[in-house]
């Protein structure tokens, strides 16, 4: 199966990072990103917290650990014979650390694909993903819409009900016990559920 992936939030701990960078930056004490769009949290433009990211890019891109579970979970797949894509909001010119990261962490790697904020729907279609592992909600339920069945990994910033298509992960454990199922049931599976032990 080809498998996208995304990076911050999915193979990267980004947002523990920024968090305290973020606190830092704009003199805040906040303790949970409970919104995706992080400008929002920290109530500053969008043009703010845009420049902040360029400014410190190098830093912010290089700190993060990987998620817990990510490395091992991706060599997992990969072994089981899955292709990983991985698709990140992330920008072109962010394509040389974002590599770097993954070299320093070992992270597996063979296509990377920077969508620059935009829409990651005609990048899955574009690549011919079967599945996709997210956890912006936004994209998660775009890309579900467009029939790839999504599994959002569980984050603060995207509770909430889920639609038809996409699959709540507590941890990459059960993301790649979702994927077994799915390469081994042919997509058979329930579908808009919290996944359970």
């Known amino acids: 199966m080809r498998i996208g992936v995304d990076i911050d939030g999915v193979t990267a701990d980004s947002f523990t990072v920024w968090l305290g960078e973020l606190n830092r930056y704009f003199s805040k004490n906040i303790s949970v990103i409970d919104n995706y769009d992080i400008h929002q949290v920290y109530d500053v433009s969008w043009d703010e917290m845009n420049r902040f990211f360029k400014e410190n890019m190098e830093h912010l891109f290089m700190m993060p650990q990987p998620v817990k579970g990510a490395k091992q979970g991706l060599e997992s797949l990969i072994a089981q014979g899955h292709e990983i894509v991985y698709v990140t909001a992330r920008a072109a010119d962010e394509e040389e650390v974002t590599l770097r990261w993954m070299d320093k962490y070992k992270i597996p790697y063979k296509n990377v694909v920077f ?42 910033y995207n509770q909430g009900e889920l639609v038809r298509g996409v699959t709540r992960c507590r941890n990459w454990t059960e993301i790649v016990r979702a994927v077994t199922s799915l390469s081994g049931d042919g997509f058979a599976y329930q579908q808009g559920v919290e996944l359970r032990r």
């Open 115 to 156: 969508s620059d904020l935009q829409s990651k729907v005609d990048l899955v279609k574009q690549w011919q993903l079967e599945l996709f592992i997210e956890d912006y909600t936004k994209n998660a339920l775009a890309i579900a819409q467009a029939g790839i069945p999504v599994l959002l990994l569980n984050a603060t």
